[in-house]
């Protein structure tokens, strides 16, 4: 995990990360393979991104630190961890934690599946097959909200086969949902969580955009948005159940900022590898391209931030998947489902890889560390909040 954690040419660009220390959270900065202690000048890491200039900021306020980023990468890992030892962390603290739902026709059609099946993943095969005779794959050319995306709207009622998911894929609103708690998530190396109720559930791994209070897209990481199929697809008025678990977040290794090297553009154009491996011999290796998505970044966050939405803080948004996992595990017919010990890894070249073991929710480390923990700790150690 150490070597492949860190993107391709993570001593090229500009990076945000945070790092439990002895003394406490504390933000950094790497620029071009230096590293920078941003905590004395900011505090937090929401307080250093909302700046008018993130990457001008690193050699004007940072400190030189001497961070061994390879040790404290590896130190991540929930296994081996040495809790007087420097680990990474989920590279946010203040920042709302937003996700965006069914913008890739893929995974928009699962949700159709899932809401025919009413959770049900024994049928999920013979009602994938009937989606996809009715409504094809063709709706990735749809525009969501535009006049054709209206008239497939129209034709799909007649027939009875209107859905919430086809709303918010293909109609003018994206879904935006809150995904978790400030400070909730946790990082590349930690455990993340499925809740047992559920016996149908798989990783979301998802480009992650960075934004200011302003509403101004500052860089990206990666994510896993977890979730549980069959919650959901009882109701999806049980989202939050199925999105907002214990460690059911996890983002990492490093939120990239936009530089003259890495832009937005960069994001469209990446693509993004999940691998799963499982104590019973399972394997999946999937890619999928950023670029496939049915709503650019730009409209999704200016849909989540706004004259309507304010985030005074800044916000981290999760873009939506670009799969989700059918292959099956076991049975033929019953798809695939997480079991504790999978390790989730999902990679992007300039984005690095984000690696979790997943285990039951209430086997997962509880979440204790929350935004009062923090302010007292900063205020112990005379540190700006």
Known sequence: MPDTALPSDWTEGAFALRVMTPEGPSVFALLKGAAFDMTPATG????????????????????????????????????????????????????????????????????????????????????????????????????????????????????????????????????????????????????????????WSNPEPEAVMAVNGRGRIVGATLGNDVNLRDVEGRSALLLGRAKDNNASCALGPMIRLFDEGFTLQDVRRAEIRVTITGRDGFELDERGPVGAISRDPADIVAQMIGAHHQYPDGAVLFLGTPFSPVKDRGAPGMGFTHKAGDVVRVTSARLGALENEVDRTDECPPWTFGIGALMANLARRGLPR
């Not at 961890?81 to 965006?100: E, G, M, T």
């Open 44 to 199: 937090t890491c929401a307080a250093w991104l909302n700046g008018d200039d993130p990457v001008g900021a690193i050699r004007g306020l940072g400190v030189p630190a001497a961070l061994d980023l390879p040790a404290a990468v590896a130190n991540a890992r929930h296994a081996a961890r040495d809790p007087a030892k420097p680990w990474l962390l989920a590279p946010v603290d203040l920042q709302v934690i937003k996700a965006a739902g069914v913008t890739y026709v893929r995974s928009m059609l699962e949700r159709v599946i899932e809401e025919r099946c009413r959770g049900d993943a024994t049928q999920a095969d013979a009602v994938r097959a009937e989606v996809r005779a009715i409504i094809g794959d063709d709706l990735a050319a749809l525009v969501p909200g535009s006049a054709e995306a209206a008239a497939v709207k129209a034709a799909l009622v007649a027939k009875g086969w209107w859905s919430q998911y086809l709303e918010v894929g293909i109609g003018p609103d994206a879904e935006i949902f809150t995904k978790g708690p400030v400070l909730s998530a946790v990082g590349a190396g930690a455990k993340v969580g499925v809740h047992p109720i559920s016996n």
